[in-house]
């Protein structure tokens, strides 16, 4: 099993839904967030060229947060789901230092807190909180190795890219473009 | 023109706009654990080479700094951990791929034999305490034992200073997300530069001309090879990809540029070397000047390097 999302670059309308879903959802406190929206300007006016992506972890096959932390609080969980567990984390922000997309922060309470593809939902089958409350309904979620799931299916017939691929993790969170 | 916002409002403390998440204290741990692997080394190969008499400011003086370094470099360190009562997590546990996990390990090592080193020499810092009477009478066993094993502790030392040195920059260029770090090279500069900054405290603690001038040219010869590492670091990155360049340009031209070719390439290196010459060829000057000033290089680098470091990322 491995878990990624795709995500439509043309279909986001840039609405913030899944922000303030995931918020409220994990309980992420005020002023902080696990996912945000990227917009990418291409070009001057009138030639304009605009991309919208819904960025957060991208759950990284090589995950430099994984390797560089000396505890072990940040590990792969099912589905190549990367996680850190709280109370093994020691808040020493090498994780932080390595992700290439910034996807991590210092909860308040101390320990290092990133989007987790809401691992609790999932377990119980359901959608991660933002996939599920986007109303273009432009986010994709399952099981990659599965030929039929939503993401599978998607990425057959789109294009796509990643983030940074030059960074060399891995990343799994695919942008259709 | 490409231009990236991010829309949907994000100030996480400490990383947006720009990471800005280490701070003084890993700056000043990084020169700490290197000041005391640098001292430590040369103590254990003085004592390795059967010199200890001759080199007393290396082996018996110098070696009263890396105990405190070290336990000032702790504090700071955890103290600066936003989790510190889980600290302990370190020690339950050893990650091979994590730098941090072995710098944890080796500093577990280093720091009590620190402290035994100089518990080792107490006999010789207080001649004339009355070590058969009372509560001195209870360790003067452990502190003969100590003094009779200091050679297992210097074969101990040698490896352990070494990784402990270059682990300190080993620790940064594993991030490959901040290019500035991101380099081979660092570790061994780091390494480098954490024995030269040993070495100048040994010249301040030397206890004869013949040890000084030993320790000057010690000096000396790690100031070139730090400045050729430098060089050949800078060089890695204008060859390398856009990321790196962007990278290099905070210490050509950019923000770090002042502080980092004056204070630590001149007044921490070149200036220091040039003095050190002149001492060798004859000239008389006061030791203490370019001994300090390698020192001060040495801070101001770690300084540097953490506070660049975390400007510079990935672009995407
Ligand atoms: S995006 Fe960052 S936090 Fe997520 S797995 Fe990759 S490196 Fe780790
Ligand atoms: S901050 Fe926590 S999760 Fe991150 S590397 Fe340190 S111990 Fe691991």
Redesign the interface.
């Known amino acids: 099993m491995r878990y990624a999302m795709a995500i439509d670059t043309n279909k986001c309308v ?1 609405c ?1 839904d899944c ?1 303030v879903a995931c918020q409220t959802e994990n309980n992420v406190p005020i ?3 696990r996912d ?9 006016y009138p030639n304009i060229e605009i991309e ?1 992506r819904s960025e957060r972890c991208n759950h990284c096959d090589n995950a ?1 947060c994984v ?7 940040s590990q792969v969980a099912d589905g190549g789901i990367v996680i850190t567990v709280e ?8 994780c ?5 997309y ?1 996807a991590r ?2 909860h308040p ?4 807190d990133k989007c987790t593809f809401c691992l609790h939902r999932v377990k119980e089958g359901e959608l991660p909180a933002c996939v599920a409350v986007c109303p273009t309904k432009c986010m994709y979620f399952g099981d990659l190795e599965d030929p039929n799931s939503d993401v599978s299916k998607v990425m057959k017939f789109r294009k796509y890219k990643t ?2 691929p ?3 993790t891995d990343p799994h969170i695919f942008y259709l473009i | ?16 706009p720009h ?1 800005n ?2 701070h003084w204290q890993i700056s000043l741990y990084l020169f700490l654990g290197g000041l005391a692997a640098g001292i430590l080394f040369f103590a254990a190969i003085v004592t390795l080479l059967g010199k200890e008499k001759e080199y007393e400011g290396a082996v018996k003086f110098a070696t009263l700094i890396p105990p405190i370094a070290l336990v000032v470099g702790l504090f700071v360190l955890i103290i600066d ?4 009562w ?2 302990w ?2 020690y ?2 050893f ?1 091979i ?5 072995w ?2 390990w080796t500093l577990m090592l280093v720091t009590p034999l620190s402290f035994f080193w100089v518990m080792s020499y107490m006999k010789e810092y207080f001649l004339y305490w009355r070590w058969k009477e009372g509560w001195l009478g209870k360790i003067e066993g452990i502190v003969d034992w100590l003094a009779k094993n200091r050679k297992l502790m210097a074969w101990i030392l040698v490896p352990s200073t070494i990784i402990l040195g270059i682990y300190t920059g080993i ?1 940064l260029s ?5 290019p500035l770090w991101n380099n081979s090279i660092l570790g061994v500069l780091f390494l480098t530069s954490g024995l030269s900054t040993g070495a100048a405290t040994i010249i301040l603690f030397g206890r004869s001309h013949k040890e000084r001038k030993l320790f000057s040219q010690i000096d000396l010869i790690l100031i070139g090879i730090e400045l050729f590492l430098i060089t050949h670091m800078i060089m890695g990155m204008l060859a390398g ?1 856009q990321v790196q360049l962007e990278a290099s340009e905070l210490l050509l031209g950019g923000q770090f540029t002042v502080t980092f070719w004056v204070f630590v390439v001149m007044l921490g290196l070149v200036f220091p070397a040039i003095l050190e010459i002149f001492e060798l060829i004859g000239f008389r000057v006061p030791v203490y000047i370019p001994a300090l000033l390698v020192i001060m290089g040495g801070v101001v680098f770690r300084f540097v390097m953490i506070d660049a470091g ?1 400007l510079t ?4």
């Open positions: 840039g913030t922000v002023g902080y967030c945000w929206i990227t917009e990418t300007v291409d070009g001057t919208l430099p390797r560089c932390c000396p505890t072990g609080a109370d093994e984390c020691i808040g020493c922000g090498a932080i230092e390595s992700c290439p910034e922060y210092t309470d101390g320990y290092v983030l940074a030059e960074a060399g | 023109m490409k231009e990236e916002l991010i829309i949907s409002g994000r100030n996480l403390p400490h990383i947006d990471l998440l280490w951990l936003s989790h510190m889980y600290a997590r370190l339950v546990t990650r791929t994590s730098p941090m996990s710098g944890a620790l594993a991030f490959n997300a901040r990809s975390q990322r990935f672009l995407y």
